[in-house]
């Protein structure tokens, strides 16, 4: 992958500065390595990639905070679409982390509030006021519940309307549980836009086949590292991700079985002597 993003311009962080979409509707797929590969390579020409220092894949670290009877993920698993999030992430090369509430309305729209913080602690006064003011829940009931890592690529299109994030490499560890699970066959996109804006992707996706798929990584980590939950709405979602790993892992054995085929092939063929004419 990184292969292919060197052939990208670039955006530095600076020049994102007025394509932040804080007020936005986001829109995620589910897909795998091969497919992302062939993504990068179509919409090469309508995209920059984010460029931090040199590096164009970056790793993320999140823990999330519930409350401890889980009510964020049960307003999530219920249907409601009035819904929100408590989470701190780091960006590791960096190490900026931000303590961010996202808040989704029933119209689709995803609004996002943060604040630079130099811990995870929810003791001091500057962190409780701004979750008096922006959060829908009482500080004392908040407990850590899921922390996820993963690597993520940042693309903006060249009218700068839209982002893309391709996340990889993603694995959960259950903060109450002590459960892990590892993601790794699967790719996460999300497109991030104000309004209904023209996005050159959507056609390249359709194109690929790769078609809308929920994916709330607090939520999904959750339900599969955490048996006292009910997961009812998510166990179609889970059936079908595993059904895409599964398919990855075969493609990518197939493709690895046909290359020794071929190298052996390859050695035979030296080892026969050759018949002059």
């Known amino acids: 992958m990184n292969d292919i993003l060197a052939y990208y311009d670039k955006i530095t962080l600076?020049?994102?500065?007025?394509?932040?979409?804080?007020?936005?509707?986001d829109t995620k797929f589910v897909t795998t390595m091969p497919?992302?590969?062939?993504?990068?390579?179509?919409?090469r020409d309508?995209?920059?990639?984010q460029d931090i220092d040199g590096e164009r894949n970056m790793r993320y670290e999140t823990t999330y905070y519930d409350t401890d009877d889980f009510d964020m993920f049960r307003v999530h698993q219920?249907?409601?679409?009035?819904?929100?999030?408590?989470?701190?992430r780091t960006y590791v090369s960096s190490q900026l982390q931000f303590m961010e509430v996202k808040t989704k309305n029933n119209h689709g729209r995803t609004k996002k509030k943060r604040m630079k913080v130099t811990d995870m602690s929810l003791d001091d006064?500057?962190?409780?006021?701004?979750?008096?003011?922006?959060?829908?829940?009482?500080?004392?009931?908040?407990?850590?519940?899921?922390?996820?890592?993963?690597?993520?690529?940042t693309l903006v299109n060249k009218a700068k309307t839209e982002r893309l994030t391709i996340d990889t490499n993603l694995s959960f560890h259950n903060l109450v549980?002590?459960?892990?699970?590892?993601?790794?066959?699967?790719?996460?996109?999300?497109?991030k836009r104000d309004g209904l804006c023209y996005s050159p992707v959507?056609?390249?996706?359709?194109?690929?086949?790769?078609?809308p798929h929920g994916f709330s990584k607090y939520c999904i980590?959750?339900?599969?590292?955490?048996?006292?939950?009910?997961?009812?709405?998510?166990?179609?979602?889970?059936?079908?991700i595993n059904k895409i790993i599964h398919n990855s892992q075969l493609t990518i054995h197939n493709f690895r079985a046909n290359r020794e085929q071929s190298r052996i092939h390859s050695d035979f063929a030296e080892t026969q002597p050759k018949i002059e004419a």
Request: avoid cysteine; charge should be positive; glycine fraction near 2%.
């Open 14 to 25: 600076e020049e994102m500065s007025s394509i932040r979409l804080m007020n936005r509707i």
């Open 35 to 43: 497919v992302l590969m062939r993504l990068l390579e179509m919409a």
């Open 46 to 49: 309508a995209y920059w990639v």
């Open 78 to 88: 219920s249907g409601h679409t009035n819904r929100q999030k408590l989470r701190f």
């Open 125 to 153: 006064e500057e962190k409780r006021t701004f979750l008096t003011t922006h959060l829908h829940y009482d500080i004392p009931t908040l407990i850590p519940a899921l922390s996820n890592s993963f690597d993520r690529v």
């Open 177 to 191: 549980t002590g459960i892990d699970k590892k993601m790794y066959p699967l790719v996460i996109v999300e497109l």
């Open 202 to 211: 959507l056609a390249i996706l359709r194109q690929l086949r790769v078609f």
């Open 221 to 240: 980590g959750s339900a599969l590292t955490n048996n006292q939950l009910r997961v009812n709405r998510f166990k179609r979602k889970i059936i079908e």
